[in-house]
């Protein structure tokens, strides 16, 4: 395997000499300033490499030799904390004064503490009642970030060919404005009822949990006529998990550390383009 390493900053020369050892690699060659890649590394080394990362606050990923773009078809991702910075239910939640108690709920059922994810989410919702809509608009305008490299990531993976899913727990309001706005060709989220202008506390439809994030990823696959194993997919909490594992390559970003222990590679440091430094160039 090759064994790709990334920092934020560029990356110094003092590492090369002792994470070439630690893999058991042939050599290191330059990916760019903040990266390199070592060749014929030795993934029983992933312990040692791991804690030297971590110590170092890098990033590591073991890649097969050759693998890019070509390799893929669908790149899926969640939206909350993956995609963007935020949970856009806490932030939504501040405007009735009332994010620590709805962001305490999301970061447990994030971490995989609350094993029923419908039930967590309709409790959250129901405490929105009537919240005058007008407060989605300002989470959105105000509050709501793209995580570091996402556009460059997306404009890479879309000048490749790759066809863009962006599947969430969260809501409509906000995934349809991100399509939109990033000319992704596919999303699915939960829709917030809103009667006479004010949230009604109750979710609409099917709720988007693990296993419709999971059947959506296959549904989406089966349009495009490819495999999911030909599916990147990201993201960062328990509910991404189900459909991770439909990936031919999976990846935790920021995630929780159940997340970070089921997937393929791990970003804790690095934005959303360190998947560019994964993958060889679109020919």
């Known amino acids: 395997m090759n064994l790709v390493i990334q920092s934020t900053e560029p990356l110094p020369a003092a590492h090369l000499k002792p994470l070439v050892a630690l893999a058991h690699g042939k050599h290191a060659e330059p990916i760019d300033a903040c990266a390199v890649r070592i060749v014929e590394a030795d993934e029983a080394q992933r312990g040692d490499i791991e804690a030297y990362c971590e110590t170092h606050a890098l990033d590591y990923a073991f890649v097969r030799p050759g693998l890019g773009w070509r390799d893929f078809g669908l790149v899926a991702m969640d939206m909350d904390s993956t995609l963007i910075t935020i949970e856009c239910i806490d932030e939504i ?3 009735c004064g009332l994010k620590a108690e709805v962001s305490a709920i999301t970061e447990a059922a994030m971490r995989g503490e609350i094993k029923n994810f419908n039930e967590s989410l309709i409790a959250r919702v129901a405490l929105l009642e009537g919240l005058d809509a007008s407060a989605l ?3 959105y305008a105000q509050r709501l970030q793209l995580s570091p490299g996402a556009q ?8 490749a060919g790759m066809r863009t899913l962006l599947v969430s727990g969260g809501f409509t309001f906000f995934t349809d404005r991100l399509k939109s706005r990033l000319s992704l060709d596919f999303t699915r989220a939960n829709s917030l009822e809103i009667v006479d202008g004010k949230l009604t506390g109750k979710v609409l439809g099917e709720i988007v949990n693990a296993s419709v994030k999971a059947r959506t990823v296959r549904e989406t696959c089966e349009k495009l006529g490819i495999p999911t ?3 990147i997919i990201l993201g960062d909490g328990s509910n991404d998990l189900e459909m991770m594992a439909e990936a031919g390559l999976s990846v935790a970003f920021r995630a929780k550390p159940v ?4 997937a393929d590679v791990a970003f804790n440091h690095v934005g959303l383009d360190g998947l560019l430094r994964l993958l060889e160039p679109a020919s």
């Open 137 to 139: 608009d300002q989470v």
């Open 152 to 159: 460059t990531m997306l404009a890479a993976a879309q000048a």
């Open 259 to 262: 997340v970070r222990a089921a």
């Open 229 to 231: 194993s030909r599916a």
């Open 93 to 95: 939640a501040d405007f």
